[in-house]
């Protein structure tokens, strides 16, 4: 088994038109001010939308390898530190705070998920805000068959292949953690190496809960990243937050 998480090409690649958080991001980002910081930074996806706004931005990432394709990207024009987002002390305050693209999932426990908004809750400034993103976990994806390959992604040109990302689950419904398994596809033919990663499932009542226990006033819930607000049809759960 190989982490997901060192792989930043391959990465790159399954996500390279992955642009739909871009936009509420960057408005956030222009209306609140910097600094600016990112939790679970990854290879640097949106940090380039934060400089070009004229702000400082700092990003931490548990993983070396992708911290270090996002220096390449945008070398000294912002921080990247190598931290964990489940307790991190950087000595300084934000205005914005955010964690987009499901990263927050990667705190498997409540503990963890509550260390990680107590972190958040000591570097945001007293007018500061807190995004944190994530889907609302999908029953039919969470009780699929075991062992059975399902796409996970669509077909994206890597290594001078077309190839795509075919996954396998098993969710432990104590814990609720999803373990995937991915492989890759290419050209037709389903490579043996297989990438993993974790992550822990949160419906909206327990982050009501997270979030207000780590002192964090949520002030829009937003079911989509077009703005429009969560519902009961909705795949994304997206708080805007400040302090308490
Ligand atoms: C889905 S990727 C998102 C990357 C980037 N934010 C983006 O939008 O493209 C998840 C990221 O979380 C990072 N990560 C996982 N566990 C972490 C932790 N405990 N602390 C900090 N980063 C973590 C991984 O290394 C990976 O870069």
């Known amino acids: 088994m190989v982490d997901i998480y060192t ?3 391959l990465y790159d690649a399954i996500h390279q038109n992955y642009s739909w958080d871009k936009d509420l991001i960057a ?7 910097g600094p ?3 939790l679970a930074a990854g290879t640097g996806r949106l940090a380039e939308l934060i400089i070009d706004l004229g702000l400082d931005y ?3 990432d548990t993983s070396n390898e992708f911290l270090n394709i996002a220096i390449e990207k945008v070398g000294n024009r912002a921080t990247f530190l190598q931290d964990d987002m489940r307790q991190f002390d950087l000595g300084q305050q934000f205005n914005f705070i955010f964690i987009g693209f499901n990263s927050f999932l990667h705190n498997l426990t409540d503990h963890d998920a509550s260390r990680c ?3 958040v809750h000591n570097h945001l400034t007293d007018v ?3 995004l944190v993103s994530i889907f609302i976990p999908d029953l039919s994806f969470l009780y699929r068959e075991d062992g059975k390959l399902y796409p ?3 077909h994206f040109n890597y290594d001078g292949g077309r190839c795509r990302i075919m996954e396998t689950n098993e969710f432990d419904d104590v814990t609720q953690v999803n373990k ?4 890759l596809e290419r050209n037709g033919e389903l490579e043996t190496t297989e990438y993993q990663h974790s992550m822990r499932m949160f419906y909206p009542h327990m982050m009501d809960i997270l979030l207000s226990d780590a002192g964090l006033e949520i002030k829009e819930k937003l079911g989509d990243y077009d703005g429009s607000p969560m519902d009961e049809e909705s795949g994304m759960q997206i708080y805007v937050c400040t302090k308490a």
């Not at 408005?27 to 001010?33: F, K, L």
């Open 58 to 60: 700092t990003g931490i």
């Open 117 to 119: 908004l107590q972190s």
């Open 152 to 154: 996970a992604t669509s």
């Open 180 to 183: 995937l398994s991915w492989r």
């Open 27 to 33: 408005s956030i980002a222009d209306r609140v001010g």
């Open 128 to 130: 500061g805000t807190f």
């Open 36 to 38: 600016v910081l990112e």
């Open 7 to 9: 792989k930043p090409g």
